[in-house]
């Protein structure tokens, strides 16, 4: 089992940047991939981006692909989303997300989701 613990959303200005983190309990952070996936309002859920159990191996979605970084730092159990020229329409809720240990499979452990609200 892992926990995941976002933060770092807020209000910010169209063209601003938030850096989103995600904390992970236990031992085996180091194992799992980790993927970020947010809902804005009225829509459905959208893949962000994703990165490997080794940092390697980065994916991005095509809306973000060039202004959101993926990261993530084994050694403090923490993934980081870094947002950069943010738009109105990135206004959502953010989720962390991770795959069982050792798989490249379905992202089955959630977090909460951290708020992120872009204005105009």
């Known amino acids: 089992q892992v926990q995941l613990v976002e933060s770092g959303g807020g209000l910010v200005q169209a063209g601003g940047s938030l850096r989103l983190s995600c904390a992970a309990s236990g031992s085996t952070f180091n194992s799992r991939n980790v993927a970020w996936f947010r809902q804005g309002p009225a829509k459905g859920r959208e893949f962000v981006a994703s990165?490997?159990?080794?940092?390697?191996?980065?994916n991005y979605g095509g809306s973000v692909k060039g202004r959101f970084t993926i990261s993530r730092d084994n050694a403090k159990n923490t993934a980081f989303l870094q947002m950069n020229n943010l738009k109105p329409e990135d206004t959502a809720v953010y989720f962390c997300t991770a795959t069982r240990p050792f798989t490249g499979g379905a992202y089955d452990y959630w977090g909460q989701g951290t708020q992120v609200t872009v204005s105009s």
């Open positions: 990165i490997g159990w080794d940092g390697e191996n980065t």
